[in-house]
């Protein structure tokens, strides 16, 4: 059964945690605007396109996972986000099951 990315990122979230590891979800959507009743872009210039879902820190490395289902692509702002964070010295990773962030991480876990 292949999974919906949101499921990934639930599962990959629940891994974290039970680890011990400070993770959080990336809001990515923007904002609701009552008004207009949709989704607006953040607008402020210090936002950056192409954030990862998922970030986190793990014994002093910075960590962005972008999560992925089987056949979803990496928009070019998401490429180019995880480039500077590996540029910087984070951990950089598309993830598209739990065991990309696990084997990244060099934990157990069972096989996507």
Known sequence: MKL???????????????????AWKNPTAGYFDPKIKRFRKQVSPFAINGTSDIMAIHLGKFMAIEVKSATGKVSPAQKEFLEKVGKAGGIPIVARCLEDVANILELEVDEC
Do not use: D, M, N
């Open 4 to 22: 919906l990315e949101k499921h990934i990122e639930t599962q990959i979230l629940l891994y974290l945690r039970a680890r011990g590891i400070f």
